[in-house]
């Protein structure tokens, strides 16, 4: 059993960038993948980016390649997301969750989730 916390979040402006953690506790973080999903207000949560347990796989949703980029650190317990060339429309509540088994761009795959980090980015 994990336990997910993120931070990181905050204002920006448009081009700007943020890094995203999430530390786990718990010794099994290695046995989960690692995921980030968003909520913008209004608007159900959504699939940003995916890493598989050893972290040799990595996934994102096609608005965020290329400018997002996920990591883990197993020793830390921390899965991270770096966000550059930040846009309006990456404004949003953003949630990390730790699953096990699953296809990793779906919600029901993530069984612990984080309180969320709110990132706005500004025009």
């Known amino acids: 059993q994990v336990q997910p916390v993120e931070s990181g979040g905050g204002l920006v402006q448009a081009g700007g960038s943020l890094r995203l953690s999430c530390a786990a506790s718990g010794r099994t973080f290695s046995r989960y993948a690692m995921g980030w999903f968003r909520q913008a207000p209004g608007k159900e949560r959504e699939f940003v980016s995916a890493?598989?347990?050893?972290?040799?796989?990595?996934y994102y949703t096609d608005s965020v390649k290329g400018r997002f980029t996920i990591s883990r650190d197993n020793a830390k317990n921390t899965v991270y997301l770096l966000m550059n060339s930040l846009k309006p429309e990456d404004t949003a509540v953003y949630y990390c969750?730790?699953?096990?088994?699953?296809?990793?761009?779906?919600?029901?795959?993530?069984?612990?989730w984080g309180q969320g980090t709110q990132v706005t980015v500004s025009e």
């Open positions: 969750g730790a699953g096990s088994n699953g296809i990793l761009t779906r919600i029901r795959t993530y069984d612990y």
């Open positions: 890493i598989t347990r050893s972290g040799n796989n990595t």
